[in-house]
């Protein structure tokens, strides 16, 4: 059974960073890959940043570029979202999804089957 389980949201002033985990069981990084999701309060949930391993790419939302950073731990199956230079309009809930290489084309929460439960993420100003 695949779970997912993100960790690392907390409340930050504006430039401030931080770093969210999301611990995967279940699963193997050789051929699920790991995309970031953001909902804001009254908002979709929109994707942020996902390695796009079926073209060799990585989606980085225009919001987060230069900002936000993804890092692969396999040896604890744990996938980071370093997040620095924080603002106001990063708050949301964040969420890690998983799904099978072969099965996303884009970083639509759509083409994502499995979920965590999502962390809080609230920047100050």
């Known amino acids: 059974e695949v779970s997912l389980v993100e960790s690392g949201g907390g409340l930050v002033q504006a430039g401030g960073s931080l770093r969210l985990s999301c611990a995967a069981s279940g699963l193997s990084f050789e051929h699920y890959q790991i995309g970031w999701f953001r909902q804001a309060p009254g908002e979709e949930r929109d994707g942020i940043l996902c390695?796009?391993?079926?073209?060799?790419?990585?989606y980085y939302a225009d919001s987060v570029k230069g900002r936000f950073t993804i890092a692969t731990d396999n040896a604890t199956n744990t996938v980071f979202l370093q997040m620095n230079n924080l603002k106001p309009e990063d708050t949301g809930v964040y969420y890690c999804?998983?799904?099978?290489?072969?099965?996303?084309?884009?970083?639509?929460?759509?083409?994502?089957?499995?979920w965590g439960q999502g962390t809080q993420v609230t920047v100050s100003s």
């Open positions: 390695e796009i391993a079926s073209e060799g790419t990585t």
């Open positions: 999804a998983a799904d099978l290489k072969i099965a996303i084309a884009s970083c639509s929460a759509d083409e994502y089957l499995y």
